[in-house]
């Protein structure tokens, strides 16, 4: 049975084509550039190499056609007939608190969708644009939405509260959401599985490290808490995101600098971080190769970072009243032995022991543990897989409709 995995964002789509239930993906590919000059497709069918056209793409409409006739192909393609797809499934960055769980897509979950809009204001519009032009185009196909705050919707009111007036709670749905959901459940399930454990019993700090960053306490299978909020601004140092701030600064720089709320956004959103700290650059490669030549600025991202991510973790041990597991995922997570190795020094406390050869190894994909022998706390490394758990649920949302 074929499943069709969507992440649409404003102007781009990303498609996996999974094999289920053997979970093998039969081809994948980007649509770059929708709506804009110089729109490009890139596909690959697994096992072959990676195809790219230019193509005029002015909308997600027109850029599923190209997926499905690609899919479709007589030689790229994967599948010899429309009837093999047997479903779609949309990643959509915000259910507010109406979506614990993956839902099939109906018009009451798009009038859903639609209304947690002002919470996403960029990216659900997006992820409706892609199920709204798959519906016109394959009008018979079931549809599942896989929220990024769903996971989060086990924590209590005690973490997810802001300390605001409550009126803003009830008027704004002003609280703490969480994002990379998907991604935290992935990496504490296959986490408890390396482990040779049920989920159920431990106490596991994931932590979710790419251009956007956040870190999960996951007590049980269960979120409890998380570093990001409301928005995706606070927690950790990010590429191009602040992370948290006295809020009477950032009102401060306002009154100061005579700046709207867009303006004081843009800021806080795409102008600071690693970016707007160092003055180099939001990829932590650039960081890590100007603080080996001995950049100072560069050298307080990487100090900072590292320290944040560690103080998250000593607070989630708290919150949960213990700590047998830290994953590190996403492109940092992955990919950095430095900044793993940095923060682990700070929990040696707590019982964590980092392996440095083990960790020095753990690189591009490579998936493991990089605690030594004797650390009391297991240290893993998992590369994250959002795909697989959205097709996962649109199999098992969709099945019972086939
Ligand atoms: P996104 O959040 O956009 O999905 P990724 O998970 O791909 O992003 O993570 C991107 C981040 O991972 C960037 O900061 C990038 O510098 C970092 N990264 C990727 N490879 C490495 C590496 N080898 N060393 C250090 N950082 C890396």
Do not use: W
Not at 196 to 217: D, Q, Y
Not at 302 to 326: P, Q, S
């Amino acid at each position: 049975m074929k499943i069709l995995v969507l992440n649409c964002g404003s102007s781009s789509l990303k498609y996996q084509l999974f094999d289920m239930p053997q979970e093998t993906v039969a081809a994948k590919g980007l649509v770059e550039r929708i709506g804009i000059e110089g729109s490009r497709i890139k596909h690959t069918r697994t096992g072959s190499s990676t195809i790219s056209k230019d193509a005029d793409i002015p909308n997600h409409k027109v850029a599923l056609k190209y997926v499905v006739d690609l899919l479709l192909d007589g030689d790229e393609g994967v599948i010899a007939s429309l009837n093999e797809l047997a479903a779609a499934g949309h990643r959509v960055v915000h259910g507010g608190e109406k979506f614990a769980s993956s839902v099939l897509v109906d018009d009451d979950v798009i009038e859903a969708i639609e209304e947690c809009v002002p919470l996403a204001p960029l990216h659900n519009p997006a992820n409706l644009t892609g199920i709204r032009a798959m519906k016109e185009l394959l009008p018979d196909l079931p549809q599942v939405a896989v929220f990024d705050t769903a996971f989060h919707q086990t924590m209590p009111p005690k973490a997810y509260m802001y300390g605001l007036p409550y009126r803003y709670y009830t008027t704004y749905k002003g609280r703490r959401y969480g994002f990379h959901g998907t991604s935290h459940y992935y990496v504490a399930n296959r986490a408890a599985q390396l482990m040779g454990k049920p989920v159920e019993g431990l106490k596991i700090v994931t932590c979710h490290l790419g251009n956007g960053s956040s870190i999960t306490a996951v007590d049980g299978g269960v979120s409890v808490d998380t570093s990001l909020g409301f928005g995706t601004v606070p927690g950790v140092i990010m590429g191009t995101r602040s992370g948290d701030v006295d809020p009477t600064l950032v009102l401060h720089i306002m009154e100061q600098e005579n700046l709207s709320a867009a303006n004081m956004s843009h800021i806080l959103h795409k102008e600071s971080g690693f970016l707007g700290l160092s003055g180099i650059s939001s990829d932590l490669r650039d960081i890590e190769e100007a603080m080996e030549k001995g950049n100072e600025r560069a050298t307080l991202v990487v100090e900072m970072l590292a320290y944040g991510i560690a103080k998250f973790i000593g607070a989630y041990a708290a919150a949960m009243r213990g700590l047998d597991c830290i994953v590190f995922t996403a492109g940092i997570g992955e990919n950095s032995p430095l900044v793993r190795e940095k923060v682990c020094d700070y929990l040696e406390f707590l019982g964590v022991l980092c392996d440095k050869d083990k960790n020095g190894a753990m690189i591009r994909g490579n998936e493991g543990e990089i605690s030594g022998g004797a650390s009391r706390v297991k240290v893993l490394v998992i590369p994250t897989n959002e795909e697989l758990v959205i097709a996962r649920d649109t199999y098992r949302d969709s099945v019972k409709y086939l």
